[in-house]
């Protein structure tokens, strides 16, 4: 009796020693419940950051858009006899060294009646002596219009706080 009381004891003993080796012992069910929840609230908020990136690189090409505008502006006003294309092949080849497409790595920020992911297009008129520009979005839809026609322009930009009227009309058919 007294060697099953001692292998009783050991055995309780042996028990208690791992208990206390690591009280806080994790589990791989815990670990895998732990990335499910990270999971969960990356794709929960991962949303809002693309929307933010892809509406920051619009605002890039707003801003190259406007970057040429101005140059061809100040180009109208030091040489007003230049035509328009010569002032937009000359422009287009000057930006194109110095700014980015901020969508595509491989197209250029400026291009000459092409168009292209993320470029800015720009179309001369030498009838009307005026320059066309304009920049779409990668769904097609118009970021920025300018028709430059010397000493003025007339200039449409699209508002990136503001969400698409077909983004709301589709919520409202899907809410009804």
Do not use: H, W
Not at 10 to 26: D, G, L, V
Not at 33 to 62: D, H, W
Not at 118 to 125: A, E, N, S, Y
């Amino acid at each position: 009796m007294d060697e099953n009381k001692t292998t009783e004891e050991q055995t309780q003993t042996e028990q208690e020693i791992k208990k206390a080796e690591n009280p806080n012992k994790i589990t791989v069910f815990e670990i895998l419940v732990l990335l499910l929840v990270i999971l969960c609230i990356g794709l929960f908020i991962s949303p809002n950051f693309l929307t933010k990136l892809e509406n920051r690189k619009y605002a890039q090409i707003q801003t190259n858009a406007s970057i040429f505008t101005s140059k061809a502006l100040s180009e109208f006003s030091t040489n007003p006899k230049m035509k328009a294309s010569v002032i937009s092949k000359k422009l287009t080849e000057e930006l194109n060294a110095v700014n980015k497409n901020p969508l595509s790595k491989k197209q250029p920020a400026y291009s000459l009646k092409e168009r292209c992911e993320g470029c800015v297009v720009i179309t001369p008129d030498d009838k009307l002596n005026s320059i066309s520009v304009e920049a779409y979005s990668n769904e097609a839809a118009l970021l920025v219009r300018t028709v430059i026609q010397p000493p003025s322009f007339v200039t449409y930009t699209r508002d990136l706080t503001v969400p698409d009227k077909k983004k709301k009309a589709k919520d409202n058919k899907d809410g009804k």
